[in-house]
T-cell receptor, first 114, second 114 residues
Framework: GEDVEQSLFLSVREGDSSVINCTYT??????LYWYKQEPGAGLQLLTY?????DMKQDQRLTVLLNKKDKHLSLRIADTQTGDSAIYFC??????????????FGKGTKLSVIP | KAGVTQTPRYLIKTRGQQVTLSCSPI?????VSWYQQTPGQGLQFLFE???????NKGNFPGRFSGRQFSNSRSEMNVSTLELGDSALYLC?????????????FGPGTRLTVL
């Protein structure tokens, strides 16, 4: 089965680093994703990591993947108030016929304290 | 380049009615996926269309249906609305729904069923 787990809340002070964790179950997922959702908005893709990678860095964002433990994390360096949002981890198991569907976690609400 | 557009942005319906939501993908994108977002269940995959064919379907009752037109625009329909259908319905488009093609999300249609 497919199940993506995340903690629901995280609160950090402005300027600190934020680490959002996620566990997934489907080992067939080729890519794993982090999406950001701000109030009243759709989902914005922040970054993704190929399943044969351990780490990916993109400016303030660092993604770490432990494939053995099926654990994914997103680190945001120098967290700003504009980073306050809900962050979703997603896996993309192959569904056949050329189709992949995203399976999302419930989302982690990041609150940044000024 | 225009993003994914969804209309209407807000809808209020009563139980038993039906509703049609529309999604216009980014120009050149041939895959359109639909997701339902609720506080309790989170983001759940509804279905995916590619070149006017439904390529994948999530675990939703037959009251939920969709279609895609030759210009890649997509509609989803919910018949015999229930209170539990109140949700944010998100549409996402990609060039071709493969593992690495980024899915661009629209702002969503917020449906309220009274």
């Amino acid at each position: 089965g497919e199940d993506v787990e995340q903690s629901l809340f995280l609160s950090v002070r402005e300027g600190d680093s934020s680490v959002i964790n996620c566990t997934y179950t489907d080992s067939s997922s080729t890519y794993l994703y982090w999406y950001k959702q701000e109030p009243g908005a759709g989902l914005q893709l922040l970054t993704y990591i190929f399943s044969n990678m351990d780490m990916k860095q993109d400016q303030r964002l660092t993604v770490l993947l432990n494939k053995k433990d099926k654990h994914l994390s997103l680190r945001i360096a120098d967290t700003q108030t504009g980073d306050s949002a809900i962050y979703f981890c997603a896996e993309s198991p192959y569904s056949g016929a050329g189709s992949y569907q995203l399976t999302f976690g419930k989302g982690t609400k990041l609150s940044v304290i000024p | 380049k225009a993003g994914v557009t969804q209309t209407p942005r807000y809808l209020i319906k009563t139980r038993g009615q039906q509703v049609t939501l529309s999604c216009s993908p980014i120009s050149g994108h041939r895959s359109v996926s639909w997701y339902q977002q609720t506080p309790g269940q989170g983001l759940q995959f509804l279905f995916e269309y590619f070149s006017e064919t439904q390529r994948n379907k999530g675990n939703f009752p037959g009251r939920f249906s969709g279609r895609q037109f030759s210009n890649s625009r997509s509609e989803m329909n919910v018949s015999t609305l229930e209170l539990g259908d109140s949700a944010l319905y998100l549409c996402a488009s990609s060039r071709d729904h493969r593992g690495m093609d980024e899915q661009f999300f629209g702002p969503g249609t917020r449906l309220t069923v009274l």
